[in-house]
């Protein structure tokens, strides 16, 4: 059965911190990974990895793909309150998407 | 991205009644997603509305408690039918343009008393 296991599933940091998501899957058929940050009800896209070793980055946000270890990671830089929400990791195999636990990150100022 | 819309935003329903839940896309879309999220839980996959034919249902679901309308490429409804307490979640409409992207609605957060 595929799974996604994301670590911490929580985690508290203060204004300007540096913060690590991690997403370990075993997925058959794998085809892409992809982030969403979710604050209230809907999940909004940040990131689909496909390639292993290739950083997608946006602002403070970025994300890289291990596909011999099986891992993904989230990194953000200089954290805003703005930025306090659950973020989802997701596999997408046999044309469905498999999401993880989520990491609820809360940014104190 | 297509703007996605989801109504009702929220509900309170009593217990053994129906919801129907409609999600609309501005745009043709190929593949439509239906998703629940119980309190404090990740993402599950109900279903995947098929536009023209019968919805494919994931395992643990079934059609008669959660049927699924697809009449076009822009449209799909979700019905919790004969609902109980256990089906308070957030309810949540995606769609996929062609890539592994999925783009989610606004949700619908049902309430069962």
């Known amino acids: 059965e595929d799974k996604v296991v994301q670590s911490p599933l929580s985690l508290v940091v203060h204004e300007g911190d540096t913060v690590t998501l991690n997403c370990s899957y075993e997925v058959t058929n794998f085809r892409s990974l992809l982030w969403y940050k979710q604050e209230k009800k809907a999940p909004t896209f940040l990131f689909m990895l496909t390639s292993s070793g290739i950083e997608k980055k946006s602002g403070r946000l970025s994300s890289i793909l291990d596909k011999k270890e099986l891992f993904s990671i989230l990194n953000i830089t200089a954290t805003q309150t703005g930025d306090s929400a659950v973020y989802l990791c997701?596999?997408?195999?046999?044309?469905?998407?498999?999401f993880g636990q989520g990491t609820r990150l809360t940014i104190n100022p | 991205s297509a703007v996605i819309s989801q109504k009702p935003s929220r509900d309170i329903c009593q217990r053994g009644t129906s919801l129907t839940i409609q999600c609309q896309v501005d745009?043709?879309?190929?593949?439509m997603f239906w998703y629940r999220q119980q309190p404090g839980q990740s993402l599950t996959l109900i279903a995947t509305?098929?536009?023209?034919?019968?919805?494919?249902?994931e395992s643990g679901f079934v059609i008669d408690k959660f049927p699924i309308s697809r009449p076009n490429l822009t449209f799909s409804t979700l019905t919790v039918s004969n609902m109980s307490p256990e089906d308070s979640s957030i309810y949540l409409c995606?769609?996929?343009?062609?890539?592994?992207?999925?783009?989610f609605g606004p949700g619908t957060r049902l309430t069962v008393l």
């Open positions: 995606s769609y996929s343009a062609g890539s592994d992207t999925q783009y």
């Open positions: 509305a098929n536009q023209g034919s019968e919805a494919t249902y």
């Open positions: 997701a596999v997408e195999g046999a044309q469905k998407l498999v």
């Open positions: 745009s043709q879309v190929t593949m």
